[in-house]
């Protein structure tokens, strides 16, 4: 499976950007996607995921999006309102089941986006 990020970019604060990424290869049983960041210094952090459930972090509940395109194999991380501690790079991801409760997890290159005050 190999994943394909877009549309990062520099965007002032209370603004808004949409990420997209395509799954391309053996993607018939992919059984989630989703979104992580990681920020200058930090730790890779869990953003959004669209699986059997739809979830987000707390800190970005209710002003990002994510869904999936089932037929384009594309998630989209829909992102509004925002601030300049959304500033990172996002990395996209795809999980590929091996068993119960098991997967091999893939992921893109990642897309920066920066937020400025």
């Known amino acids: 499976v190999q994943l394909q990020a877009s549309g990062g970019g520099l965007v002032q604060a209370g603004g808004s950007l949409t990420l997209s990424c395509v799954a391309s290869g053996n993607t018939l049983s992919i059984n989630a996607m989703g979104w992580y960041r990681q920020a200058p210094g930090k730790e890779r952090e869990f953003v959004a995921s669209?699986?059997?459930?739809?979830d987000y972090a707390d800190s970005v509940k209710g002003r990002f999006t994510v869904s999936r395109d089932m037929y384009r194999k594309t998630v989209y991380l829909q992102m509004n309102n925002l601030k300049p501690e959304d500033t990172a790079v996002y990395y996209c991801?795809?999980?590929?089941?091996?068993?119960?409760?098991?997967?091999?997890?893939?992921w893109g290159r990642g897309t920066q986006v920066t937020v400025s005050s």
């Open positions: 669209s699986g059997s459930s739809i």
């Open positions: 991801y795809a999980d590929w089941p091996l068993g119960v409760a098991v997967v091999d997890r893939y």
